[in-house]
Structures are given as C-alpha cells and as structure tokens.
C-alpha cells in the first residue's frame, strides 16, 4: 500500500482503537500488520462472505471478487502472514502444505489439461493490495506473457 494509504488506514483504525485501549501503545508497522484484520482474516473467520471452492486444515480457496480470467481463485493459509517475503523464514513443512494445496485445487477446478497461471504479488511494485499473503490462480483462457 501506498504511504498515504498505510497514514490514513492506521489513523483510522488507532482512533478507535484508544478508545477501549487506554495504554495502547504505538506499533510499528510490521507489528501493527500483524493485528491488523485483512478482508480475507474477515472471510476466514466468516465475518465476510466469500464463494468457496475448496477447504482443508491448512487452506482456504475462494472465487476472486474481481477476476481477471475466467477462472480466477484466491488460496490463503489458514495460518497468517503478510507476504511472499516471509516464507524463507517460515517451517518448509508449512509452506510445501500450502503449494501442494495450491495444485491441489488446481486439479479440483479441473485445470490441469487445459493449464493455469499461479501468481503471488509482493508488496508495492508486486501490485499486492492485500497484507494477507495469498496466491491466485488464473485459468480459463489463454493467458498473455509478460504480464503488465
Ligand atoms: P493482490 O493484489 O495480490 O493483493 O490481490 C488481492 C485480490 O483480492 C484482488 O484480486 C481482489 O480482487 C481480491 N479481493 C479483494 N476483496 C475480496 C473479497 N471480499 N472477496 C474475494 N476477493 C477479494
């Protein structure tokens, strides 16, 4: 997100925030992040709707609200963290868990002879507009390369 977009979000959501958290203190971003609800913490817990493909105890898959391609789903880890850049410092078991989820919901759509893109954007330039780290999957038609 843009610095303009981070000021305005985290003021908004500080103001409320000391009013039933008298000693709260300032976070830093990275921490603030972390607590921060990501629509897709609201459709995991359920307090957003979402058109759900698949599920299993370590993934979550749903329709994108905006697709891009005729098929266009989003996977998330059960598990949170923000971004692509995490995952060197993360269990190898959980992140082999979430690219083996990934395929598998791929051959779930029925995608696997007619083929698919898997995209992860990371942080500003990557376009990555949610702090949720997620992977798309795009299928559906014949995709164009390099991307924009
Ligand atoms: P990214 O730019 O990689 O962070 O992708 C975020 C994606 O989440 C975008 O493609 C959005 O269209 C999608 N998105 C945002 N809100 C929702 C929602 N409530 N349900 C489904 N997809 C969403």
């Not at 098929?71 to 998330?76: A, G, K, P, R």
Request: charged share 25%.
């Amino acid at each position: 997100m843009s610095r303009l977009q981070w000021k305005s979000l985290r003021s908004r959501v500080e103001r409320t925030r000391h009013q039933y958290e008298p000693g709260y203190r300032s976070l830093d971003q990275k921490e603030w992040l972390k607590m921060h609800k990501t629509v897709f913490d609201k459709i995991l817990s359920g307090d957003l709707p979402a058109d759900r493909v698949y599920e299993d105890d370590s993934v979550f898959a749903f329709r994108d609200i905006n697709p891009q391609a005729p098929v266009h789903v989003l996977v998330i880890p059960k598990t949170k963290f923000a971004r692509f850049t995490e995952i060197s410092s993360r269990p190898a078991e959980e992140t082999g868990r979430f690219f083996s989820a990934v395929s598998k919901v791929a051959t779930f759509l029925n995608l696997d002879s007619s083929g698919y893109r898997v995209v992860i954007n990371n942080g500003r330039d990557g376009g990555q507009a949610v702090e949720y780290f997620h992977a798309h999957i795009l299928a559906g038609r014949k995709l164009t390369w390099p991307p924009g």
